[in-house]
């Protein structure tokens, strides 16, 4: 092996290092560049008549400078695949979690139109998570949520239609799908114990207990 | 990389646009640019690899340059790797023109300003 191939061996283990992880496809690329770059500075200096430790010297000595700019240039990478990572998963979850919640209102809603007497009696307005307790028994609160999702969709779908900064983009999502998964647990609870309660009110109602003799 | 004004180019990507001027429509490649801002600042030393690249990309993603891949035919009729090959946009020609107008940017090369690709 001589000392030429020996430091195209470094350049291309160094290329391998540091595109490693990245998108397979950027990474084939930024190698090929690379060493199209080798051939092409060891061809310029053959033909200045360099010797071939001198050519060698110098190659060396613009990969590592160049080191920093290749750190640099790994860090854009993966901060742009990251950023764009998190958009598709963040906007079609805060879009999934809004279209949920909004189902979930208007089923709810409706059930509670077909009953009257569960309306009045307010009990859904008991959730088990605290600090939740005064939501469900204002009166307009499921038009409310209908509301927040249906801006969320909105939003969601803004952010999916328009090319606006990833960033941004997040910003609006995350905290949208955190609010719409926290009322549909919440929502879920309220149904589960609406079951119940109608299930033994149902019960006291309908099968009245004989009186002991 | 240096701190710099959102919109302004670095030095080094003045000359690289300057560079990528010159090739014309044909396009050049980065090691010919690496000689070409050695050439222009007097300078036996050649850009290093991963700056000049990475300055590349820079002005690619910014679209004041464009690349593409040569014909494999014309890199295997030479015997060399093929080479990727980059040429100035018409975003990156204003860019140039207004870098250069800037009395605080380096002027390497002097173009008519009323280039247009």
Not at chain 1, 95 to 116: Q, T
Not at chain 2, 40 to 56: E, M, P, Q
Not at chain 2, 81 to 101: C, D, F
Request: include cysteine.
């Amino acid at each position: 092996m001589s000392e030429l191939d020996r430091s195209v061996r470094l350049v291309r283990a160094w290329v391998r290092r540091y595109t490693a992880g990245l998108d397979v496809q950027h990474a084939a690329l930024r190698s090929a560049e690379v060493d199209s770059d080798l051939a092409e500075h060891e061809r310029f200096r053959r033909d200045c008549g360099w010797p071939l430790a001198r050519i060698d010297r110098e190659r060396m000595r613009r990969s590592i400078m160049g080191i920093p700019d290749d750190l640099g240039w790994r860090r854009e990478q993966l901060r742009t695949r990251s950023w764009h990572g998190v958009t598709t998963v963040v906007v079609p979850v805060t879009s999934a979690a809004s279209l949920l919640l909004a189902a979930y209102h208007i089923a709810f809603a409706a059930f509670l139109l077909g009953n009257d007497s569960l309306a009045d009696q307010q009990f859904w307005g008991r959730s088990p998570l605290h600090g939740f307790e005064g939501y469900a028994d204002e009166a307009g609160a499921p038009s409310a949520a209908l509301i927040i999702g249906g801006l969320g969709i909105l939003v969601a779908i803004a952010a999916l239609a328009r090319p606006i900064s990833p960033v941004v983009a997040n910003a609006i999502a995350m905290p949208i799908a955190l609010f719409a998964v926290m009322f549909f647990w919440q929502g879920v609870c309220h149904l589960g114990l609406n079951f119940h309660e109608a299930a033994a009110t149902d019960l006291a109602t309908r099968a009245p207990r004989p009186t002991p003799p | 990389m240096p701190r710099r004004k959102p919109g302004s180019l670095l030095p080094l990507e003045v000359s690289i646009l300057s560079a990528c001027h010159d090739a014309g429509v044909a396009g050049t490649h980065g090691f010919a640019m690496a000689q070409v801002i050695a050439d222009a600042a007097a300078s036996r030393r050649l850009t290093a690899t991963g700056t000049l690249y990475r300055a590349l990309q820079r002005l690619a993603d910014a679209g004041l340059v464009e690349n593409w891949w040569e014909d494999p035919n014309d890199a295997l009729d030479a015997g060399r790797p093929r080479r990727r090959l980059y040429r100035i946009t018409g975003a990156g020609a204003n860019a140039l023109t207004v870098a250069l107008s800037d009395t605080k940017a380096p002027a390497l090369h002097r173009f008519d300003p009323g280039y247009t690709s």
